[in-house]
C-alpha cells in the first residue's frame, strides 16, 4: 500500500481526529493542527517505520502528560 505522508495537511488530519474524538456521542476536545504538527515533530524520525500498539499507547500518553 503507498503512504499517505505528506497527502494531508495538519489542518485536515486534526479535522478527522476531532471527527472521530466526537462520534458516538464522546465529549472530547478539538484536535487543533497545533497538535498534529507537534506530534508530527516528535516523530518525525519515524518515518518509514510503523508504531506498534504499545508504542502508541505510551506516545499518547506522553503527549497527555505533557498537556497537564
Known sequence: MPTLRGSF???TIA???TFIRRSWSNAAGAVTPAVVAEVRA???NRYPMAFDD???IEL???FARARR
Open 54 to 56: 504499545i508504542e502508541l
Open 60 to 62: 499518547a500518553g506522553e
Open 42 to 44: 516528535a516523530t518525525a
Open 15 to 17: 479535522g478527522v481526529l
Open 9 to 11: 495537511d495538519d489542518e
